[in-house]
């Protein structure tokens, strides 16, 4: 499986990005498909999960702000972050796991930086 990450940058507080992760070397839609980021000093933290049925699961960190999203047609997740915060700055990661919670799979990840 390869995971390529895209669609990072710079952006100020309040604003919006979407992230998307191209996936290939398997089937897609077996697959749950996740978003990590990790700001550095920090511990990784999970942002986002779609599951093979679609279910998506958020921490309370981001939750109402960001929203994951699959296309199994174009083999590609997405998230959509919204009104961005600082500690928000992170280098993004997808991954992908046979089962929903595992990550088998690592992309190479996307920097975001918001700005105050």
């Known amino acids: 499986v390869q995971l390529q990450a895209s669609g990072g940058g710079l952006v100020q507080a309040g604003g919006s990005l979407k992230l998307s992760c191209a996936f290939s070397?398997?089937?897609?839609?077996?697959?749950?498909m996740s978003w990590f980021r990790q700001a550095p000093g920090k511990e990784r933290e999970l942002v986002a999960t779609?599951?093979?049925?679609?279910?998506?699961n958020y921490p309370e960190s981001v939750a109402g702000r960001f929203t994951i999203s699959r296309d199994n047609d174009k083999n590609t997740v997405y998230l959509q972050m919204n009104s961005l915060k600082p500690e928000d700055t992170a280098n993004y990661y997808c991954t992908a796991g046979i089962k929903p919670g595992r990550s088998d799979y690592w992309g190479r990840g996307t920097q975001v930086t918001v700005s105050s």
């Open positions: 779609v599951a093979t049925d679609g279910t998506t």
């Open positions: 070397g398997r089937t897609f839609g077996t697959y749950a």
